[in-house]
């Protein structure tokens, strides 16, 4: 007989405080290592709540017990991945609805419902993000199996009432035609198991003689039900950390020991317990005092710890923007590889959310930075995908009157009088910008009746994945790659549904909607591809990770915590009253005390708020013990849009700062490391003139005596490279401009 939803039976262990990520994975494999010599490593299942550093554990487990040389091969797995296999087992004619599919059935849905729409919602529905919103809302109410009939009686807002509906008549829709999301899998998984349906939970355990669930900080409610009806007849060993959960909190407030019932045999590891060496990070404080709040100790209770370093400190660069953030940080991690001989992967930089990605990335690589990060970025930045949406549009009007379009095509003129803002004129405007010989006739010869195969005939025709491969750097290029086949997947899902007419006009509805509605990197993020590089990353992302060298970006207080908590489509004071949304928004004083040992009763002001605060306090925490040797703290004075707008500092960064025993070291500009990177060497070059000029006037009003034989052996090796290099004209004439304004010589005169 199943045990009762959430009853868990077995031992629990919980670290004191969060440990080096090194430190913390010798635990875990300590752990293992006693199951797979009891029960045999095929017979341990270990079980990870999140995906994110499921491989690195996964090497670590592999190493234990290796005494003949050859790795064990543990079965390590996400729980959703896992329980997206039992149920694949239960009912392998189930389908999983893709991202594109889920963003066209719900909007669909929207369109078709009967209920009136509050005028709110309606008036939200002009924002960008609003879609992502939505969908993320609603995705929150399905892993918690949310329906209306649940909410009702809590006389939800009128708002989230609809949503709900909406969820309802989703998720109705969903099954009948034999679609599951992947937000619904654990929890069907979860009913399929309890009820032992089609004798499920028999024959998955048949296999399982114990489970090492792994982030156990972070199980909500139903994966902990799912654990105790997968090991109804198998040893649990959970292991976890109390001061480390994030997406746990953000739904369900308290200590995880607070909701698992007295099956559980919880044991706390004091600090210091099961640490296989010492910790000489001189940054372990920092990670100590944004997690639990304990100050750093004094240098003569460090130096009779074992372990700790008697300077504790951390290093920190701050700059005027968030370019030059980045470019600071290149020229520190190359300053680093000359000195050490750290290779890129050595190396990660993290922003507070995946949105950051991109831009960031693109900011390093611009620095002579090489990235490992790839993933899926934003459709509507792909140019690709922008060609062969471009391409679709000139084929819906085809469709509609191909004689009108194909004389226009050939007729500059009448394209001229066409509003340049016309969806059809940015469509030809895009395809002869990037294709040499488009043509009436091209578009008319990749023309057929299925849609994914003339897109298949574009891309052979125009050679489009040789122009990626051609013009992009590698990681654009793999990206640009995903992008293309994003479009054909939809493309052929467009000719199987009946969401929409298999034709050009019901594949440009669901590509515009899944650009419209798409963020970057929604899909899946690689940090760790074969050719290596820099990891960036959302910082959250670092929780199970290692680094010599960890950047933590944008510590300003509009991330760090930031001002909108949960979500933008509502009001943070509406927030507060919405009892029904699907996350903590009414906690009370000692919710929030209970939760985080960082916080006092006395300082809570707004519960919502300080409770929230926390949680990205904690996430910095987190960040910052995946460094090994250095961790850096970031920060800039204003952002791009404005000279006079200024940011303040985080006020984590400022606690930091003012700790007792704690110290931020200052990073010196002038590292000394080689300029690396075309658009580095630029600024480098025409920064000299005015930079030697300010240094010779500094040492004149000093009383010191400047070196102008440096300066001019300097601007003699600028004029040989002018004169003699392969500079370009416009390069060589801004340098020269350069000298002139340094001399006062605001005017030319040729």
Sequence with gaps: MAPPPDSLEGTCQLRAEPAPSDELFDWIAGEYAALAAEYGPRNVL??????????????????????????????????PEHASKVLEALDPSLDRLEYEERIELISLVIDGASREVPAYLERAAAHESFAR????????????QLRLADVESEDP????AFLYAMNDRFHAELEERGYVERADVIPRTVDALEANADDLRTRVGESIDAVLAVEFEEYRCLDRRYLAALTADSDLVCLGERHASVERTRVESGPIEDHVGDGLEIEVLESGENRSEPATAPHRSVTRLLATGEAPRTSDEASKATGESAADYARRIRTRTAREQARSVATEI?????????SYDDFAVAVPRIER????????????????TIGTPSLAEDPAVNELYAFVT????????????DAELADDRALRDRDPDDPETVAVERLRARVDDFSPTLLADCAGASVSGSLERWIRRTDLKGRIAREEDWIDAREGYAGVRRVLEIARFVEETDLVGPDWQGLRRMLRRTIQYDAPYVHAVETQPPTGGVTVCAVDDLKYDSREAVFLLDLIDDTYPGEQFLTQLFPTAWLRGMDSYPAVTDPSVEDVTATFATVDAADVGDPFETYHAQRSRRRLALGSRAARSRLYCCSYERGAGGLR???????????????????????????GAAIHGESNALEAVLAQPRGELERILREASTGGEADLGATEELFEEIAVVLAEGEVDDEFAEAVRSQFEFAAGEVIRDD
């Design 133 to 144: 919103d939505v969908g993320q809302l609603l995705l929150e109410a399905t892993r918690q």
């Design 334 to 342: 190359q300053a680093l590889r000359d000195r050490n001989g750290w």
């Design 645 to 671: 707008r200024t940011y303040d500092e985080s006020r984590y960064l400022q606690e930091l700062e003012t700790a007792p025993g704690l110290e931020l070291r200052a990073v010196d500009d002038e590292t």
């Design 157 to 160: 807002h009128d708002c989230l």
């Design 357 to 372: 990605v991109p831009e960031t990335r693109t900011q390093l690589r611009e620095a002579g930075i090489p990235t490992a």
């Design 394 to 405: 000139l084929q819906c009007e085809r469709e509609r009157d191909g004689d009108r379009i």
């Design 46 to 79: 270990v079980l990870k709540r999140h995906p994110a550093g499921l491989e690195r554990l996964t090497d670590a487990l592999a190493a234990v017990g290796a005494t003949d040389g050859t790795p064990q091969s543990p079965r390590v797995e996400s729980l």
